[in-house]
């Protein structure tokens, strides 16, 4: 069989994130060259220079000049948290490399730590990718296809009929080499043109071309200011053509997550409360992180 170039691309390894952050010293440090990269500014008055106290479980700073205490957590993911910025970074980890997603069950396994404490970090972490999330719209070259979750619960109607099945629209944008940047999902009511408008001025920035198949509602995006240029794919699906390939990466990485983040799943009734984009994201990263560099 193929080797599968994307399956074997390498990522952070476990002794490797261990190395480089298995230390409450180094993930202190990680976590200031982030908040500031030129070094500690008093939020307050903007002076630099300060003492470190230790009066808490994590660093905090004090101005020389007004005296105001800053900790190094306050105003970030971690802030008010009891638990050691090791355990944060771990989770961090595997929530980032789970390639099939990973319950809040799995989580407290892992961390050792109580199911409402995995669940609050879970829920922490995704409410973070969210927001990140919200803040980019895809430009440039972007995939587009829509697709559909669930239809298969019990007792129901099979295929296009089923009440469970949840339209959303999945999206990729490449960069000149073809290599995927940003992922965007999103819940749409229907495949109709005014859905997808609706859905590409929030998500796409105007001028950037789309590629699709032939579905017509998909030329909607042209209302949001992008160009479409659908693929007449005629009885074939995306999912044969290369050239949509990291859609069906995703859509299928999507699927994994899915299966391994919730079990029994009414996707009409809960799939509005999932943030889709994390769920994908979380799995594609391992495939995604080696092409950024
Ligand atoms: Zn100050």
Redesign the pocket.
Known sequence: MAMNRIQFQPGLSLPALLEQFGTEAQCEAALETARWPQGFR?P??G?ATHYVLHVGAHKTFQ?Q??R?QTSLIAGTLFQSTHLALTLWFLAIYLVSQAKTGLSALALKRQLGVSYPTASLIQHKLMQAMAERDARYTLAGQVLVDDAYLGGELAGGKAGRGSENKVPFVAAVSLNAEGHPVYVKMALVPGFTRKAIADWAKVDLSPGCRVFSDGLACLAGVTDAGCQHQPTIVGTRKPKDLPEFCWINTILGNLKTSLGGAYHAFDFAKRSSRINLNNLCESSIVGSWATWRR
Do not use: F, G, S
Request: hydrophobic fraction near 25%.
């Open positions: 008093c307050r008055c002076q101005c000049a007004c105001v």
